[in-house]
């Protein structure tokens, strides 16, 4: 008789008792137990490589010791009290993120989550334009609140059958696959041209706020050509409407910036950031101006928004990504991760179109016709997971190999990948 597996156990748990929204990548999953630095174990002892980071969390990776004791000092000292008391860590935290936030962005809202971070970002907008229309673009992922899932472009997560129907979506700036079939550098940016008729069929009037991710994580990382944010923040400065960048992926030096805006010299008028910046302590945070922030001053309390636990932690974070310099090291291995897997994808009859910034990269999944395979990439992680190396899925077809490992990841580590990877 056979036994059953630890797996298939908790897999019925699973059945049983979640909420069947909630899937999980692999045929055989691994059952994980433990993290340390860029590893990951499951409960057989076998050793993993997280090229995934949790979806772009653990980007100082696993068990960080600085990180660990400044939460755990935090937790003996105070782990909770709310917003109507007066605690240090999260005021020392907003004053941190205004050291580093581009431009003059530098009065922050704290909350739990990345889609909570954006239905506030877009809650501001309505309050400081009084308009309450919004663009976003094609292949998004905000989050699943009613605002953020309706400025959602992606099919997959638009799971509401009665999204707000004043979010107009633009198409999505990926020009090695553009949307609208044009071809880069000649269509002169026609994508955000359709983002201009956008606003100007909504009318300009009813916009508060464009809301975009400077590169499209779950969309399958979209970097957009240079030169389009340019033409973007001067559409929104010509419609006098708002840019709300949501960099809940990128923010934290992902991109090898501490956000993505900063490749582009693009200020934005509210940013949102979560994941990295707990580095798996939940907490989010919206940036803006003082002058749109004081458009918000009805009591907006988020319970959890300024737990000092969560500030404590995440200036531990910050203090680590700094001294340990992550966005350099970001950058560099994201060179070389880039280069191999073009290198890799030059020669291989399904691996094409490598992307990324720094150490958030994708490479498409193709079959025979260079169509997408999403069959063929989840064979792929099947097989890299059997390797010993978690990679993550994402795409508008769902064929996109996702690269994001912990940026403490070093370049022995990525050489083992790429080595891995060739053997795909
Ligand atoms: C770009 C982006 N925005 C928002 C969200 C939603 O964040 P959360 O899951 O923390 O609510 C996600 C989630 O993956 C995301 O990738």
Known sequence: MSVESQAQTLLKLKDKYLVPCVCHFYKDPPVIARGEGVYLFDTKGKRYLDCYSGVTVMSAGHGNPRIL???IDQLRRLQH????YLTEPVLRLAESLAAIAPGNLGKSFFCASGSEANEAAMLLATLYTGRHGFIALSASLHGRTKWAMSATGLDLWRTDARLLNNVYHAPHPYCMECPIGETFPGCAYACAAKLERHIQDAGPENI???IAEPIQGNGGIIVPPDGYWHQVRNLCDRYNILLILDEVQTAMN?????????????VPDIVTMAKALGNGLPIAAMITTDD???AY?????STFGA?????SGALAVLDFHSSERLGERSEARGAQLLQGLQSIAADHPHLAKVRGKGLMIGVSVIDAGANPDAARCDAYLERLKDAGFLAGKTGQHRNTLTF???LTISETEIATLLDSVAEL
């Open 81 to 84: 009290t709310t917003t109507i």
């Open 254 to 266: 992902r991109t090898g910036r501490w956000f993505a805006s900063e490749h582009w010299g693009l």
């Open 292 to 294: 749109i922030a004081a």
């Open 69 to 71: 004791r400044a939460v």
């Open 307 to 311: 737990n000092p636990v969560a500030c």
């Open 297 to 301: 001053t009805r009591p907006g309390a």
């Open 208 to 210: 508060a706020a464009l």
């Open 404 to 406: 994001m490992p912990p």
